[in-house]
């Protein structure tokens, strides 16, 4: 799908009374981190990530937001028991630079469609005086060739059929919304959106604001969160000791967690499931103190400052989301 964050699953929440960590590791899934592939156009997501687990030795990855075949830039991967921060990773706002044909539009907005309609060419100053109206908060409608489910089959195999497709309008947000360049029937735009956003709906949305018709002829994802394409690699130049990426407290932070410090006996009962009392934790210097409350997601840290997993902090007591072993 283009522009959007696949869907993640649902993080598994459990009561810290001495239970089973939820979503232990069971077997072994490899080494685990996050991995940044530089994607190339031509390549689908799934085939640009297969020399992944061979470079890297981990039998068990998962992305977190795919690019279509048209599309190039920074796909984020989850090695090994790291993919349980998928829902975390989905959520991130992400940045684009996409470039828009105006003149025709195609059933699938993108270059790889038919062309379905025509319309004159847009004026600059035009185009540039609509675009207030797409910042901010906005609904938008994605596109009938996407991955999304209706009634349970994806909507793009429906219009391939030659279903007629309603696409209900969601919610989503555009942080940043800059013409970069335009110059007779081409338009550069500068994208920073929410999970859910679709860039082929705003090319096929703000030329319909202009009188318009228009397609992507291409798309670079430039950041997600807070990774960007610049420390990516290709998938088969990728090195295990480089470029397997662990969670430190520097970057859970970042992401939007608090960073909290076990001592090796709070290790020991986080690591087994059992009942752990937050004034056992230490938080990190941009969180709140000792017996404060913190609001974020808590990222769980071993004394050697390994990254052990997630908790949650809701009416004063301490809720696991999952324990990742150690060295895993």
Not at 160 to 178: A, D, F, H, N, Y
Request: proline share 8%; aromatic share 6%; with cysteine.
């Amino acid at each position: 799908m283009t522009s959007r964050a696949a869907e993640g699953r649902a993080a598994i929440v459990a009561g810290n009374e001495g239970r089973t960590p939820p979503g232990a590791p069971s077997g072994g899934p490899g080494p685990g981190g996050i991995v940044l592939v530089a994607k190339p156009a031509g390549l689908t997501s799934f085939k640009a990530l297969a020399p992944v687990k061979r470079r890297l030795g981990t039998r068990h990855l998962g992305h977190t937001g795919t690019l279509d075949s048209f599309a190039s830039g920074l796909l984020v991967v989850l090695a090994g028991a790291y993919t349980r921060l998928g829902p975390w990773f989905t959520a991130f706002d992400k940045l684009y630079v996409a470039r828009l044909v105006f003149g025709e539009e195609t059933d699938t907005l993108d270059p790889e469609g038919s062309v379905v309609a025509t319309a004159p060419l847009p004026e600059r100053a035009a185009l540039e005086a609509v675009l207030p109206a797409f910042r901010g908060a906005i609904l938008q409608a994605p596109p009938a060739y996407s991955a999304l489910h209706i009634e349970g089959e994806r909507a793009s195999e429906r219009a391939r059929r030659g279903e007629t497709l309603v696409m209900k309008e969601r919610p989503v947000t555009i942080s940043l919304l800059e013409l970069e360049d335009f110059e007779g029937r081409e338009a550069t735009l500068r994208v920073r959106c929410s999970s859910g956003t679709y860039i082929r709906s705003l090319a096929r949305d703000l030329a319909l604001a202009v009188g318009s018709r228009a397609r992507l002829s291409g798309l670079e994802r430039l950041e997600v969160g807070p990774f960007a394409l610049a420390g990516a690699r290709p998938a088969d130049e990728l090195e295990p000791g480089r470029d397997l990426l662990p969670l430190d407290p520097e970057l859970a932070t970042r992401m939007g967690f608090v960073p909290a410090f076990m001592d090796a006996a709070t290790l020991s009962r986080f690591s087994k499931g059992a009942f752990i009392d937050p004034q056992a934790l230490r938080f990190g210097t941009e969180g709140p103190g000792r017996g404060q409350a913190p609001t974020s997601p808590l990222a769980m840290f071993s004394p050697s400052l390994e990254f052990r997993g997630v908790m949650n902090l809701e009416g004063g007591a301490l809720r696991y989301r999952f324990v990742i072993g150690e060295g895993r």
